[in-house]
């Protein structure tokens, strides 16, 4: 069936370094990707979004890239903000229209001033 | 005004105590979904809802039950809270006309807290 794999965490960085979030997934067919964000005490928020491979998710200074060959949608930013401390979850929906997002972990990052 | 909303926010209860998490939309769309979120698990479907005559289990549906009263308006119900269900529950919807991209979208509440002591 479909998985979506995440990265560890706690993730603690400092402000302005840069940031990676790996995501992998085990799909047939061709699924959407996601990356969600929940920031403290709220729902999630979709972040950025890929179709289909190659296609590349951006929002915010956030960008992560659809790699169908090596199944992967790792999330990168390339200077983070003490406001980015969040929790983030890489998702996807299967073809065939099922109708379910299938997440991963999520993982929890958090940027020290 | 929020589009997803969830009633309570927070709710402590008893073990055997039955519970009805509320959720409402206002953006019009058709599907709706329940989800818990556990620490280091993610978020895990509940149950779904097409329309108001299609409702369907998700992977962890034992132990809740669910009613789509209007397009608007999705319940979830535990009949018999046991510990185990003390997790963050949430709400989210999708629409299901239009681009396959608009479809996968989801929009979520703001989530309920359950206690079960």
Known sequence: ?113 | DADVTQTPRNRITKTGKRIMLECSQTKGHDRMYWYRQDPGLGLRLIYYSFDVKDINKGEISDGYSVSRQAQAKFSLSLESAIPNQTALYFCATSGDRGTVTLINEQFFGPGTRLTVL
């Open chain 1, 1 to 113: 069936g479909n998985s979506v794999t995440q990265m560890e965490g706690p993730v603690t960085l400092s402000e302005e370094a840069f940031l990676t979030i790996n995501c992998t997934y085990t799909a047939t067919g061709y699924p959407s990707l996601f990356w969600y964000v929940q920031y403290p005490g709220e729902g999630l928020q979709l972040l950025l979004k890929a179709t289909k491979a190659d296609d590349k998710g951006s929002n915010k200074g956030f960008e992560a890239t659809y790699r169908k060959e090596t199944t992967s949608f790792h999330l990168e930013k390339g200077s983070v903000q003490v406001s980015d401390s969040a929790v983030y979850f890489c998702a996807l929906y299967g073809s065939g229209n099922t109708g379910k997002l299938i997440f991963g972990q999520g993982t929890t990052l958090q940027v020290k001033p």
